[in-house]
């Protein structure tokens, strides 16, 4: 998922990413311990990054610098659908940055299963952290059993609500089954406020309920959909698909969302929320940042989405959080791949995964999450998590069509059965 994150964004912060240049510099071609030169060689690498992940971004590169302090690393960031064009456009061209940003799995167009096979990724196989990643994780790093991207953690996407706001309604403790959620949303309503902020416009967040949804629905009835539909067993129209947009369907007629979730974008969703207008959001644990500079942390808390009908049979989508990979064309390669050496200690995966409210990848000894991450990190230890569908989807046709399909649905412009074949078209694009 263009994860998954996912925060408010400045024009400026996407107008300098989009100008941004290519390969770094060096002043020498000679390689040392501080990742680019020998002696006092120095070393500029450039890097491309979401707008959402600056803060930890900010962290590493300080961090980096005291290993290496002939190692200058200028970063720039944008959100994440324009970091889709841009740097696509910078890939086609041949200037890429020493270091950009990679999304595991499959499923759009600057995944790593897109973007190795053709070249773009140096191999990192070699690395000494990737040993110590989980060994059902690793698949999703990269292509045909090699590693070609570095990711911190595991995002979880769950609700994200405002604590006054259920207090106003009566709700003493969040639902913990579909028919909960849906009592609780009345009593949001008739206490004046919404119940989810949803902002459509955005394409990204189109995806997010479906997420949620399907873990306790369509891959409860199969927990192999995702491979079923691989080997063609199975498809969006015959599966537990149909009943993720039925129940996101029932929720919009309902009037459980906002007015005009088409019209609302990921900013105004997460005001909505922040402001105590609405009840909640579902959003990827990785937009919390946000919502902490928006509103006191206090105010805000989290849970599961609970889109199953009995307690205790609850699924979450936790899928890998998007990272970081090594240009192929890239000047100073050596000196990119010691930094996404330096990224794979637990120490700095953890605090880069703190920032972002994701659990780490590789843990370091005596971990703790944060209070608003710890509802989820139970799901993810005790296996009851579905990676983001789109990371095992075989093309990246099929997220855009997602997120079209889904606007479409919610302008009239669609039914559920007009989405599940679009996306059936889509997803057997070779």
């Given at each position: 998922?263009?994860?998954?994150?996912?925060?408010?964004?400045?024009?400026?912060?996407?107008?300098?990413?989009?100008?941004?240049?290519?390969?770094?510099?060096?002043?020498?071609?000679?390689?040392?311990?501080g990742?680019g030169?020998?002696?006092?060689?120095?070393?500029?690498?450039?890097?491309?990054?979401?707008t959402?992940?600056?803060?930890?971004?900010?962290?590493?590169?300080?961090?980096?610098?005291?290993?290496?302090?002939?190692?200058?690393?200028?970063?720039?960031?944008?959100?994440?659908?324009?970091?889709?064009?841009?740097?696509?456009?910078?890939?086609?061209?041949?200037?890429?940055p020493?270091?950009?940003?990679?999304?595991?799995?499959?499923?759009?167009?600057?995944?790593?299963?897109?973007?190795?096979?053709?070249?773009l990724?140096k191999?990192?196989?070699?690395?000494?952290?990737?040993?110590?990643?989980?060994?059902?994780?690793?698949?999703?790093?990269?292509?045909?059993?090699?590693?070609?991207?570095?990711?911190?953690?595991?995002t979880?996407i769950?609700?994200?609500?405002?604590?006054?706001?259920?207090?106003?309604?009566?709700?003493?403790?969040?639902?913990?089954?579909?028919?909960?959620l849906?009592?609780?949303?009345?009593?949001?309503?008739?206490?004046?406020?919404?119940?989810?902020?949803?902002?459509?416009?955005?394409?990204?967040?189109?995806?997010?309920?479906?997420?949620?949804?399907?873990?306790?629905?369509?891959?409860?009835?199969?927990?192999n959909?995702?491979?079923?539909?691989?080997?063609?067993?199975k498809?969006?129209?015959?599966?537990?698909?149909?009943?993720?947009?039925?129940?996101?369907?029932?929720?919009?007629?309902?009037?459980?969302?906002?007015?005009?979730?088409?019209?609302?974008?990921?900013?105004?969703?997460?005001?909505?929320?922040?402001?105590?207008?609405?009840g909640?959001?579902?959003?990827?644990?990785?937009?919390?940042?946000?919502?902490?500079?928006?509103?006191?942390?206090?105010?805000?808390?989290?849970?599961?989405?609970?889109?199953?009908?009995?307690?205790?049979?609850?699924?979450?989508?936790?899928?890998?959080?998007?990272?970081?990979?090594?240009?192929?064309?890239?000047?100073?390669?050596?000196?990119?791949?010691?930094?996404?050496?330096?990224?794979?200690?637990?120490?700095e995966?953890?605090?880069?995964?703190?920032?972002?409210?994701?659990?780490?990848?590789?843990?370091?000894?005596?971990?703790?999450?944060?209070?608003?991450?710890?509802?989820?990190?139970?799901?993810?230890?005790?296996?009851?998590?579905?990676?983001?569908?789109?990371?095992?989807?075989?093309?990246?046709q099929?997220?855009?069509?997602?997120?079209?399909?889904?606007?479409?649905?919610f302008?009239?412009?669609?039914?559920?059965?007009?989405?599940?074949?679009k996306?059936?078209?889509?997803?057997?694009?070779?």
């Amino acid at each position: 998922m263009r994860s998954f994150a996912r925060r408010a964004v400045l024009a400026l912060a996407a107008a300098a990413a989009v100008a941004a240049c290519g390969s770094g510099t060096s002043s020498s071609s000679s390689t040392g311990s501080g990742g680019g030169g020998g002696g006092s060689a120095k070393t500029t690498l450039t890097l491309k990054a979401i707008t959402d992940n600056k803060p930890a971004w900010q962290q590493m590169i300080a961090d980096y610098k005291k290993a290496a302090p002939d190692v200058t690393i200028n970063a720039s960031y944008a959100p994440i659908d324009d970091l889709q064009t841009s740097l696509r456009a910078q890939l086609g061209g041949g200037n890429a940055p020493d270091l950009y940003v990679v999304w595991p799995g499959n499923g759009s167009a600057m995944s790593v299963k897109q973007l190795a096979p053709t070249g773009l990724l140096k191999d990192l196989s070699s690395q000494g952290w990737i040993s110590n990643v989980p060994a059902g994780q690793r698949p999703l790093l990269g292509v045909n059993g090699k590693t070609y991207m570095w990711s911190p953690g595991v995002t979880p996407i769950g609700a994200i609500y405002n604590k006054q706001v259920f207090q106003k309604a009566g709700i003493t403790s969040p639902p913990t089954t579909w028919n909960e959620l849906l009592a609780d949303l009345q009593k949001i309503k008739a206490s004046g406020k919404v119940p989810i902020a949803l902002g459509n416009q955005t394409p990204w967040i189109t995806q997010l309920i479906p997420y949620a949804i399907a873990p306790s629905t369509a891959f409860t009835q199969d927990p192999n959909l995702a491979q079923d539909m691989l080997d063609h067993k199975k498809t969006f129209s015959n599966s537990g698909w149909r009943e993720v947009f039925d129940r996101y369907l029932e929720l919009n007629q309902k009037g459980d969302f906002n007015p005009n979730p088409n019209g609302t974008t990921f900013e105004q969703q997460t005001s909505m929320v922040a402001n105590g207008k609405a009840g909640m959001a579902i959003q990827v644990t990785g937009v919390l940042p946000t919502y902490t500079q928006a509103t006191k942390a206090a105010n805000l808390g989290t849970f599961p989405f609970p889109a199953n009908d009995q307690a205790g049979g609850l699924k979450i989508p936790a899928g890998l959080s998007a990272g970081v990979g090594v240009s192929a064309n890239s000047k100073n390669a050596q000196a990119a791949e010691k930094f996404v050496e330096f990224l794979g200690r637990p120490e700095e995966m953890a605090k880069f995964a703190q920032s972002e409210y994701a659990v780490p990848l590789v843990q370091p000894s005596g971990y703790q999450p944060t209070p608003l991450l710890k509802p989820f990190v139970s799901y993810i230890k005790d296996n009851k998590s579905v990676p983001f569908m789109d990371q095992e989807w075989p093309n990246a046709q099929v997220q855009p069509a997602h997120f079209a399909g889904v606007q479409e649905l919610f302008a009239g412009k669609t039914t559920v059965d007009g989405l599940l074949q679009k996306l059936d078209q889509a997803y057997n694009q070779k």
